[in-house]
């Protein structure tokens, strides 16, 4: 049922790709991302076209865009940014060339994909059947196999009873992490370690999977105890090319939700860190994957490293790969949608290289204090910090700006890039010490124990550190 002989069809277009250029972009997303793809779309000389919802009329973003429309009227917040038919009857009745899904809402769904394609508008990100593939975690698992990319010991399909969770569980040993088939950010996870927990465990999570992603399909992993979470940053072009832009640790994890980013990984060695980016390669060539992904492994203490999923998109933490790297990922992307190949846009593998350290933290209107609740009303006060190294991709808030519940408590990405960790730690902790943001609460003071945490600053974390230091939250 999975078969996966339709990417040969995807593969070895060689020589095949036309190179059409792109003059509009509409970006199918909100605040901090869409403004980050605006943004690379003027410098390429490319119109940038805004969609918002209304709940998002007095936000900033929109008004970052060359021309910006109202979507979704009547509709509920959410609904806005998910509503393919008028999204493509916006782009279409505008002229628009390409659509940007950017990350979240429309991104991973093929279906949007393929009737951005169907209208004869660009889509800025993999085929759709290189979507649809990977947004299965099961079929992303088989591909993983197929290639010959390690994973973790799992479920070679979705389980739907508990007998057949019970048996896996009793084949493999605990502990074994329940995840949802069509699952993501963080979410539809649930780590067993009890026999007489399996029960119920499974079955709660296949019911929150049915309710969060209208399908309740599970399957089953061996959990990595004490894993790191290390990433490869890909780029592929229509030729069948694919490039690593090195690796991210993104270990730094609350409820298996990414808080702080660093590229290059840590005292990772390289033997182990080559040996991953070869394996991402391989599988997105074995894919036939083209434009920017992310290959997700965990690495265990012993350096065994397997393969977890692939992120068919652009991905929050982009930007500390771009202030490593020096390769701006956006423009990329839009460059090999328009038909370019890596060699003819510079990014042969021996090119790319790494310099310094770069880390970034996600500051969100969320309370520290109130268990990460997140925090609405009117920015009083807005003061960021600067300087040299520091970067600021932001959803544009600033004195006056409301913050609503409708969407993510995402406020600004601060990233620093300095020689090495110890002092781009310190870097990021001087500028968030700068900030002064009043009229909501904000996490920095908990992003602050984090930089300042001597365990961190070592370098030298897995995903157990949120929760084994309580004493972040105060
Ligand atoms: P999502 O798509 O929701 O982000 P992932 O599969 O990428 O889910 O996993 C997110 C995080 O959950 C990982 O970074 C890791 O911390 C944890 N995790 C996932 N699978 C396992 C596993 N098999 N063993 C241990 N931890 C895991």
Redesign the pocket.
């Given at each position: 049922k999975r078969q996966l002989i339709r990417w040969s069809v995807t593969r070895g277009m060689g020589s095949q790709v036309q190179y059409r250029p792109i003059r509009s972009v509409l970006v199918a997303n909100r605040g901090e991302i869409a403004i980050r793809v605006f943004r690379a779309c003027t410098e390429l000389g490319i119109k940038s076209v805004a969609i918002y919802s209304e709940q998002d009329k007095m936000q900033m973003f929109r008004q970052k865009a060359d021309e910006a429309y109202l979507v979704g009227k009547g509709l509920p917040p959410v609904q806005a940014y998910l509503n393919i038919n008028e999204i493509i009857r916006v782009a279409l009745e505008n002229g628009v060339d390409a659509i940007h899904p950017g990350y979240g809402f429309l991104s991973e769904r093929s279906d949007f994909a393929q009737a951005v394609i169907d209208a004869g508008i660009r889509f800025i990100g993999p085929s759709p059947y290189v979507v649809q593939a990977m947004g299965d975690?099961v079929a992303a698992r088989n591909a993983a196999i197929e290639s010959g990319v390690p994973i973790?010991p799992?479920t070679p399909g979705p389980v739907t009873t508990t007998e057949e969770a019970e048996a896996f569980c009793l084949k493999h040993g605990l502990p074994?992490?329940f995840?949802a088939a069509y699952?993501?950010?963080?979410?539809?996870?649930r780590?067993v370690r009890k026999k007489e927990e399996v029960k119920e465990a499974f079955e709660r999570a296949s019911s929150e999977a049915a309710a969060a992603f209208g399908n309740g399909a599970m399957f089953i992993?061996?959990?990595?105890?004490r894993?790191r979470?290390i990433e490869v940053q890909l780029l592929g072009d229509k030729a069948g090319n694919v490039v690593h832009l090195y690796e991210r640790d993104?270990?730094v994890?609350r409820r298996?939700?990414?808080v702080v980013e660093m590229a290059p990984a840590p005292h990772l060695d390289d033997k182990v860190r080559q040996a991953m980016l070869d394996n991402a390669v391989k599988l997105a060539k074995h894919v036939g994957y083209s434009n920017a992904g992310t290959v997700?492994f965990?690495v265990d203490q012993e350096g065994n490293f397997?393969f977890?999923?692939v992120?068919a998109r652009l991905q929050v933490e982009h930007t500390v790969t771009e202030e490593v790297t020096g390769i701006d990922l956006v423009q990329s992307q839009i460059k090999i949608a328009e038909g370019m190949t890596l060699p003819e846009l510079h990014l042969t593998q021996d090119k790319i290289t790494k310099n310094g350290f770069a880390i970034q933290c996600r500051v969100t209107t969320e309370d520290p204090a109130k268990n990460f609740q997140p925090d609405t009303g009117r920015i009083e006060v807005f003061r960021t910090g600067e300087g040299m190294g520091i970067r600021l991709d932001s959803a544009a808030a600033f004195p006056g700006a409301v913050i609503s519940p409708y969407y993510d408590s995402l406020l600004v990405k601060v990233i620093s890039h300095a020689s090495d960790l110890h002092s781009s730690c310190a870097k990021l902790a001087r500028a968030l010490r700068e900030f002064r943001v009043r009229g909501v609460k904000t996490n920095i003071p908990f992003l602050l124990n984090v930089l300042e945490d001597q365990k961190f600053i070592s370098g030298s974390v897995d995903?157990y550190f949120i929760d084994e230091n309580p004493q972040l939250f105060s």
């Open positions: 975690k973790v799992g074994v992490i995840k699952g993501g950010g963080g979410r539809g996870m780590v992993e061996k959990f990595v105890e894993p979470h993104c270990s994890q298996h939700q990414k997700e965990l397997y977890i999923e992120n995903t």
